[in-house]
């Protein structure tokens, strides 16, 4: 399969937001000291690595959390 027929077939592209964002959206996203007050393992979806209480994460309104580091370069 070539990527043009993955692109068609819709398998990739459109639709689907890359990471790291733009600047400009980073600056509306919500920004917060991770607290893991649910005693639940979160993991930073870029790095897969689980969020350490007290760093500088990014919490999408979709609940999900970044590191800060990750989103913004
Ligand atoms: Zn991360």
């Given amino acids: 399969m ?3 027929d993955a692109v068609s077939l819709g398998i990739i592209g459109e639709g689907r937001e890359k990471i790291p964002a733009t600047k400009s ?3 509306e996203l919500e920004r ?3 607290l893991d ?8 979806t870029v790095c897969v690595e689980e969020l350490q209480v007290g760093v500088q994460a990014i919490q999408l309104p979709c609940y999900h959390h970044y590191h800060q580091d990750c989103i913004v370069k």
């Fill in 37 to 44: 007050d649910l005693g639940r393992v979160t993991t930073s």
């Fill in 32 to 34: 917060l000291e991770f």
């Fill in 25 to 27: 959206s980073i600056d």
């Fill in 2 to 4: 070539t990527a043009m």
